[in-house]
């Protein structure tokens, strides 16, 4: 049999595929690269189930290949929060590649999802030959710092229009796509997701979103996509 059908290139190859999303990887030389495509283990999740929980042994690093993840945690009176939103090309549990640790958080597939890991046991000895990738972990960790940050200042916010315009900002620079009538945004989150995500419920979400739709500033295509029509009166929200 040829090996165009090897089951091991094949594994590879969509490994490959994975591995070069990740802006972690982008300076490993092909050995090095090859040593972690090898390694690596796809798993694939239907919508709404679970990944990981708070309390689980942090072993490995998940990437998004397909799909989109929730990370989130609840709140003291059991309210789910939303912290982040992971799409193609994202990872999460890097830390866990520097320390082994117990996840702080919970992660959830919020529709059909492939997701690639790598565990700690061979990704140290990448770290090994290439002690530099340490420093793109750290970065990446200081920009999910901030992102939480943000979000911590957003639910300080009263005002639920900077909310929700803060929100929707955030998901078009990670998936807005710029069309002829505005900017077209397909949401990563149903309504009362996005209420988790900012601190509010559904039913306000919905009014508020309706609101900005009379005012010309977004127009709904469908139940999860919109067009930004006036990208400049969104911004002034915040």
């Known amino acids: 049999m040829g090996c165009a059908s090897c089951n091991k290139c094949k594994h590879r190859s969509a490994g490959d595929y994975c591995a070069k999303k990740v802006n972690l990887f982008s300076e490993l030389n092909d050995q090095l690269l090859g040593d972690i495509v090898d390694n690596i283990e796809r798993k694939h999740y239907t919508k709404g189930q679970t990944i990981f929980e708070i ?5 490995r690093l998940y990437i998004v290949n397909s799909g989109r993840v929730k990370i989130y945690t609840y709140s003291r009176d059991g309210k789910e929060q939303i912290l982040y939103i992971l799409n193609e090309g994202d990872f999460i549990g890097e830390l866990s590649l520097l320390k ?10 919020l ?6 890991t790598v565990s700690k046991q061979h990704f140290d000895s990448i770290i090994k030959k290439n002690p530099d990738i340490t420093l793109k972990i750290l ?3 200081h920009d999910r710092l901030i ?4 979000l911590v200042q957003n639910l300080n916010t009263k005002d639920i229009e900077t909310r929700i315009a ?3 900002i955030g998901f078009l620079k ?8 505005g900017v077209i945004l397909e949401l990563p989150l149903n309504r009362e997701e996005m ?3 900012i601190g509010t419920t559904r039913e306000t979400i919905s009014r508020k979103l309706a609101a900005m739709q009379d005012e010309g500033i977004l127009e709904f295509e469908g139940n999860k996509k919109i067009i930004i029509k006036n990208l400049h009166a969104l911004e002034q929200l915040i």
């Open 55 to 59: 309390g689980q042994i942090s072993d």
């Open 100 to 109: 082994m640790t117990k996840m702080e958080f919970n992660a959830a597939a």
């Open 111 to 116: 529709e059909d999802t492939s997701l690639c």
């Open 139 to 141: 970065e990446s960790l």
């Open 147 to 150: 992102k939480l940050e943000m």
């Open 166 to 168: 803060s929100m929707l």
């Open 174 to 181: 990670e998936s807005g796509k710029k069309a002829v009538d």
């Open 195 to 197: 209420g988790n995500y």
